[in-house]
């Protein structure tokens, strides 16, 4: 009892300060810019459009409308402000970071493992940009990772019933579908998971089969489905409107429109391509204000050589934890090679926490080795948070120098 209380006590303390530091990082100067920017012309329009105008079109964004009602609800509550429509993103992004911390913890069973991936995912530099931004990637990865916090319960850990966790995964993945499409991937994360479970155990095949079938495809469509008939009812459509909504959400898929920021999907871990979500030079004083989607390079360069040891590691001991990190970190990186349309370099934000995970694991072999290898580990942390830093005005728009920006751009395609 003593020793559970105190590792609640130091779990709980260490939410808050994590709390706490997030709040700051991420909320700082979240009203800039006071205009929408970047996918916000499609999001936070719809959602201002619901909010004030109380009209539903479907033509102002193809993704899936629940982020677009919560930014709505919030922009009732508070006003059509830029921070307004932002706010959603930002408290999903930070209940992600929490997710990430529980999820790597349950899958580890290592607090120095989990501690470490939620640091790395904190100071990406991605992250921070995807929670301030009035988009639909934080809100949609927030119930992915609780979907599959649920799922793990009874398919590794046997902590609740089958039933009860299948049911449970299925409502944050329908949840996810209806924010946005791609939530969708996730389903060949569970298939493999079970399969590999069913051969593995060769017990309980078609009961589990039955339950996967009914409480992992069936109820997060049927969630899908009753969103989309909620809006037609809602609203006054016909059944007509009805279908033409449902097909219209799947044009995403199919997009053939080129962008000047697109990039290809094997690109992301080396940072070809980077957004610049916002920039603006102030005529009067040559100031920059620049909001750009970067990785940190300290992380994202030895992503290769993390996954690399995670795979040797996974072929020597056959362990779930390895095999987790693997199906969570192609599985959200890899289906991006099979879609035609046109990619962006935020589309990597859902396989980051499986990345920063293999870099945990590696950091904690390296730190268990001798004296000099928690000197590197400490090292590592040092330049990681100070790349960060060296980042961080040009993750929330501060104002800079125009040499302070040249300095930064290290490579001509980071334009």
Known sequence: MEICFRKDVKM??????????????????LYFPLEMYYDEIYHAKKASQLAVEHQFNRNVTIHPPLWHFVSAFCISLLGDHAWAWRIPSMVCGLLVVFLVFLLTEKIFKNYFIALSTIFLFIFDCMSITQARIGMLNSMMFMFMLSSMYFFLQSVLYKECSREKSFLLAGIFLGLGLVTRMVASYQI????????????????????????????????????YFVTYLSITVLYGNSWPDFLSHLHYSFKGFSLKEGHNYGSPWWSWPFITRPIWYFFAVQK????????????????????????????????????????????????????????????????????MPFACMSIAILMFRIWQMNRSGKIIVFVYLVLVISLFIYWYPLLTGYPITLKYYKHHMWFRSWI
């Open 284 to 351: 009067e004083s040559g100031e920059v204000n620049g909001i750009l989607c970067m990785g940190n390079q300290a992380i994202f360069w030895i992503i290769p050589f993390s996954m690399g040891y995670v795979i040797w590691k996974f072929i020597q001991e056959r362990k779930w934890s390895h095999g987790l990190i693997l199906m969570g970190f192609f599985g959200q990186w890899l289906p991006w090679a099979f879609v035609s349309r046109v990619k962006f370099f935020h589309f990597f934000y859902t396989a």
């Open 12 to 29: 709980f303390i260490t939410i808050a300060l994590i709390t706490l530091l997030l709040l700051g990082l991420y909320g700082y100067r």
């Open 188 to 223: 060949l994360i569970y298939g493999i998971v079970i399969g590999v479970s069913l051969f593995k155990s060769r017990k309980n095949f078609l009961p589990t089969i039955k339950d996967a079938f009914l409480y992992l495809i069936l109820v997060p469509i049927g969630i």
